[in-house]
């Protein structure tokens, strides 16, 4: 069974920076043809932020792109979410998931963490 647990999420002001990690147990991302990372508030869907395939090739919403970057660390079974720059607007539940075909549209992904919270302040 697939358990992918979030970390690292936290309060900051606008300007800083968080590293989310995903622990992911029960498969390697060798199993994997995508691991995503999502977010979502109270007031809005679930929404795309960023994945990598199983071939390293890395996707980003617009609105992240350039201050957010996703990697893997194969050997720790680990992903990560670098968030630079962070704005009020990316305040949210973010959540890690995985997927065996490649996509990026949330339905598709059939495991999920429980989430981590991140709150920028203006």
């Given amino acids: 069974q697939v358990h ?28 994997l043809a995508m ?11 679930r929404e795309f932020v960023a994945a990598v395939s199983r071939t390293t090739s890395t996707f980003y919403s617009d609105s992240v792109k350039g201050r957010f970057t996703i990697a893997t660390d194969n050997a720790k079974n680990t992903a990560y979410l670098q968030m630079n720059n962070l704005k009020p607007e990316d305040t949210a539940v973010y959540f890690c998931a995985a997927s065996h ?17 991140v709150t920028v302040s203006s």
């Fill in 35 to 45: 691991l995503a990372w999502f977010r979502q508030t109270p007031k809005k869907a």
């Fill in 101 to 117: 075909i490649f996509t990026l549209q949330s339905p598709q992904y059939s495991a999920w963490g429980r989430g981590t919270q």
């Fill in 4 to 31: 992918l647990v979030e970390s690292g999420g936290g309060l900051v002001q606008a300007g800083d920076s968080l590293r989310l990690s995903c622990a992911v147990s029960g498969l390697t991302f060798d199993d």
